[in-house]
């Protein structure tokens, strides 16, 4: 699987208007909440599509993303959000950041919009200030997910499985080692001991011997027949070893044995993990959901908070939950495409907020109408008090007006559209004392001015965009007419 920015859209998308599944936490462990805190905001008018954050001593922080890296002070930011920042370097296309001692830093980088390879930038700390002194950038090699063990740093290279740089001088990375057969597509890598585990895509969990470093070697693991989900995250746990595994959820492989694997669902794609504590953080694009290790090394879930979202003062802002970190006293940094959000983890106990989810994001109802269900659910640890439920566009009603849900209620309410009018889509609001989902939006759409479903396609042109062989984009019309009698299949991959 190529991880090319286009690519990575589609999967996002699909996922992001998928159907919520609203977890119930597990009595048999402590229920914990996690209250919002405060949010970092991207800077006006740039699309940072901030993908990973990385909390520092002194309470600081670096959020990476797509226009760059940028120190925060996590103290500075307020309830409402800001874009405030201490730092900021741009000019790097940032995916991940990685760091042994708060000084230098690892950044892999996304391939260039014209197909150029993606390589890993090293950036020092001076102060508070970040400066770019190299890039590793290796042609045809694709970096992705990397961990930093004993002077050593362990890149995930997709197809080309992996690579191990000498960082003991860390302005000048030498590559001592690789391993680049025997991969289904290697997303990330971590270290216990002698062994490397690879999250390997589709390939699920590898094992590589780095006994000696500059001569990696296979050590077991799974394939493409035994594998579940996708591999897109890995890490070590107490001698035991856990993979984001995409929509099968967290994967459970006790003692690091492939064959002892136990598969805990989150209700969408895991991608990202990181720990505080013996409590296991997870992000899957729609929600950041928290597991207790229990002494055997098995999960109990304890919290969900989601975090997806379009509306923003009334624009649509893509939210999704991507990387994430957390610090010394339990607050959990998920950088969400538009804005890092901060939260505090707490017994349900201590808890003093609503927490409104939904069922669903997104209903598209027949062109002349029709009705749906949608569940309201109280995840948080406080009374939920919905004040209104609006909508610009009085073709589409909710029967439910407003009023309390306590700690765990649910109900289900009935959206209809009466088939009149035209629209591109609009937002079903719902408000409420949510300190950070006031209001939570469900896109609607109804008749639109353009191809609804069940409705003949007429004939039409349109243009197409695509990429030549050297890379280049060029655009063609598309006519319909030209052909007839041959199958059609269209796919959007990116529109907002």
């Known amino acids: 699987m190529c991880r090319c920015e286009a690519v990575r859209f589609v999967s996002v998308l699909l996922l992001a208007l998928a159907p ?87 950044v892999n980088l996304h391939r260039t919009g014209s197909g150029g390879s993606g390589g890993s930038a090293v950036v020092e700390r001076v102060g508070d200030e970040l400066f ?66 690879v999250a390997d895509g589709a390939g699920g969990l590898k094992l590589v011997d780095i006994s000696d470093p500059a001569a990696p070697a296979h050590a077991g693991g799974e394939n493409l027949l035994s594998a579940s989900g996708t591999a897109e995250a890995v890490t070590v746990h107490a001698g035991h070893v ?43 694009f729609g929600a950041v959901t928290v597991y207790a290790a229990q002494p055997d090394g098995s999960l109990v879930l304890v919290a969900q908070e989601y975090v997806q979202r379009r509306y923003v003062d009334g624009s649509a802002r893509l939210r999704l939950s991507e990387g994430l970190d957390t610090t010394p006293d339990g607050r959990v940094l998920c950088a969400n495409w538009n804005d890092m959000d901060v939260y505090q983890l707490l017994p349900e106990a201590a808890g003093t907020q609503a927490d409104l989810s939904v069922d669903t994001r997104r209903i598209r109802f027949p062109a002349t109408g029709g009705a749906a269900n949608v569940t309201l659910r109280n995840n948080g640890a406080q009374t939920l ?20 849900l306590s700690p765990g209620e649910s109900l289900v309410c009935e959206v209809t559209y009466d088939g009149t009018g035209t629209s591109a889509g609009e937002d079903l609001l719902f408000h409420s004392n949510d300190p950070d989902e006031d209001p939570l939006p469900i896109q609607v759409f109804g008749r639109t001015g353009f191809l609804d479903p069940g409705e003949p396609a007429t004939g039409f042109s349109l243009p197409c965009w695509g990429k030549d062989a050297g890379g280049v984009w060029n655009v063609a019309p598309f006519t319909l007419s030209d052909h007839l009698g041959k199958i059609v299949w269209f796919q959007i991959y990116g529109s907002w």
């Open 385 to 404: 008090v919905i004040s209104a439920v609006t909508c610009d566009d009085s073709a589409f009603v909710c029967d439910y007006l407003g009023g309390p």
């Open 242 to 284: 856990y993979v984001a595994a995409g929509g099968a959820g967290v994967a459970f492989y006790e003692g690091g044995d492939p064959t002892r694997r136990t598969l805990y669902p989150v209700g969408g794609a895991a991608e990202e993990m990181c720990w505080w504590g013996d409590y296991l953080c997870v992000s899957d």
């Open 20 to 106: 919520q599944v609203v977890a119930v936490k597990d009595a048999t462990a402590q229920a914990m909440v996690l209250d919002y805190v405060a949010h970092y905001d991207c800077e006006p008018a740039t699309a940072d599509h901030l993908m990973s954050v990385l909390a520092l001593a002194g309470d600081q922080a670096i959020v990476a993303g797509n226009q760059g890296l940028t120190l925060v002070d996590l103290a500075a930011l307020p309830p409402g959000g800001d874009y405030v920042y201490i730092h900021r370097l741009g000019g790097l296309n940032a995916r991940d950041i990685y760091t042994a001692d708060g000084q230098w830093f690892f």
């Open 132 to 197: 770019h002194r190299i890039t590793i950038d290796q042609p045809g090699i694709l970096f992705e997910k990397m961990c930093l063990e004993g002077g050593f740093l362990y890149v995930a290279a997709h197809a080309q499985g992996v690579r191990v740089y000498d960082v003991a001088v860390p302005s000048a990375p030498a590559l001592v080692g690789s391993l680049g057969v025997g991969f289904t597509d290697a997303f990330a890598t971590a270290v216990d001991g002698d062994l490397l585990y």
